[in-house]
């Protein structure tokens, strides 16, 4: 255990001259994929050992939205199976995608991971989006360090940000007092977002903690990253499973890049006001290590739904007179005083029903091909002011269902997904020996009725 402790840490103590730091080559290196489906570069895993409707509308949300080929983690699996090292089924996802982490290559290092949980998520806008806002909230990340802290430094000590979590409105499960909920970076949503209650409940919080159910990051850092979570795991048994363990690797972090920096800059959530004597501070190295690990403050990529379902509407932004219908609803009108700005990234994208362009033939076709994603209804947060690529229904899933009506392609999924899967090299593959790719119809033939809604008009 201790060579392997030593083995990790030194990786972080290799610096390049202070001027230039470990972030500024890294991007370089990092291979974003291109803007073609199927990219061999991006890894979407989807932890799940068994089939079942909601499993079926998270792949198919994601097939639609032109992820490439995915990949199921743990699939077949039951609690107490030997591939399964002692993990149960929840905390046993850590373990499903460690195994595969450490089964790629070192050429696959700079590849892009994305694993979402399999049951409550919803892909909602196109990988492309997803990869651009990745890559745009982690320059912004690494600019606010470099505000932060001093070249020598972020050289030394590798300070960057290339895992991205999403981000909740409370602090889950460590105590308040812990680093991991007190010590972590502010929200970048507008700081009257909710009007004066703002940051005093759980739904007016603005969302600034670590949430480990959706995940972003190249193979290299998230290896490293999990292969911490699995020693916590072997260390103490936690009964808020992997994000306990993920929470504390993020409060340690913020913690002592806290003081790296000489600041104290604790932020409470609910309006709580703690003394420093009452606050837990853990063990901390004098050496900063760094594991490049932040969260969606902006809530831009990952949408995370417990306590945020009044903050969403489903709208079609061309249509002002309910777009501003909406804001009044929701409160912000008069705190933003402007409208819902629509996404620049979203603007420049291909329309979303370009894939049909090949059968002309059907009126209803050719009025879809026309639209562009202002003119789809689309999953917006008023407070945040974004249209979020990702929604994860964790704590009350009561929106489910119904919201899973009112998707950009409802009534258009069946053609859309036979155009999707017809690309050359598209598969569905999984990390079992004895079923390692699978088709569609082999996981969700049976729940068609569930995952397709071919009537729109009934629920808009």
């Not at 390692?436 to 569930?450: A, G, R, V, Y």
Request: proline fraction near 5%.
């Amino acid at each position: 255990m201790g060579e392997f402790l030593c083995s990790m840490k030194s990786k972080r103590y290799v610096p390049a001259t202070p001027e230039a730091g470990r972030f500024s080559s890294y991007w370089e290196k990092l291979r974003i994929p291109a803007s073609t489906p199927h990219s061999h570069n991006l890894h979407v895993l989807i932890p799940g050992n068994a089939a079942n409707s909601r499993i079926c509308r998270t792949l198919a949300t994601a097939i639609i939205n032109d992820y490439p080929s995915i990949k199921i983690i743990n699939w077949g699996l039951k609690g107490g199976d030997a591939e399964m090292n002692g993990y149960d089924m929840t905390t046993g996802k850590n373990w499903g995608v460690l195994k595969y982490l450490r089964s790629l290559p070192p050429e696959k290092d700079k590849d892009l991971v994305i694993m979402v949980d399999a049951h409550d998520v919803v892909f909602q806008l196109p990988v492309d989006i997803t990869l651009q806002r990745y890559k745009s909230a982690n320059r912004n990340a690494i600019s606010r360090l470099k505000g932060q802290h001093d070249d020598h430094d972020i050289a030394k000590y590798g300070l960057s940000q290339t895992i991205l979590m999403g981000a909740e409105k409370f602090c889950w499960p460590l105590d308040h007092r812990h680093p991991a909920c007190y010590a972590v970076p502010e929200s970048l949503i507008k700081a009257n977002a909710y009007g004066e209650n703002t940051d005093q409940s759980l739904e007016t919080n603005r969302p600034r903690w670590l949430n480990s159910g959706t995940i972003i990051g190249p193979v290299d850092d998230l290896r490293e990253l999990y292969e911490w979570a699995h020693l916590l795991w072997k260390g103490y048994p936690a009964w808020g499973g992997d994000q306990d363990y993920f929470s504390n690797i993020y409060g340690t972090q913020e913690l002592s890049r806290q003081r790296l920096r000489g600041t104290k800059n604790w932020v409470f959530g609910f309006g709580e006001k703690l003394e420093e004597k009452d606050l837990i501070i853990p063990n901390v190295e004098t050496e900063h290590t760094d594991y490049h690990l932040g969260v969606d403050l902006n809530s831009s990529i990952f949408q995370t739904l417990n306590k945020a379902l009044d903050d969403m509407s489903s709208v079609v932004h061309s249509n002002r007179t309910d777009l501003s219908s909406k804001d009044h609803l929701h409160g912000t009108a008069s705190i933003y005083q402007e409208h819902f700005p629509f996404p620049q990234d979203l603007l420049k994208q291909r329309p979303p029903f370009q894939g049909l362009q090949d059968d002309m033939e059907s009126t209803d076709r050719s009025e879809q091909l026309k639209k562009t994603w202002r003119d789809v209804r689309l999953h917006s947060n008023f407070h945040a002011r974004s249209i979020p690529s990702i929604m994860h229904y964790n704590g009350d899933k009561s929106h489910m269902d119904d919201w899973w009506h009112r998707q950009w392609w409802t009534g258009w999924g069946r053609e859309l997904m036979e155009v999707k899967m017809s690309r050359p090299g598209f598969q569905i593959s999984t990390d079992s020996k004895s079923n390692p790719k699978l088709l569609w119809t082999d996981i969700c033939s049976e729940f068609d009725d569930e995952v397709f809604v071919d009537q729109v008009e009934s629920y808009l």
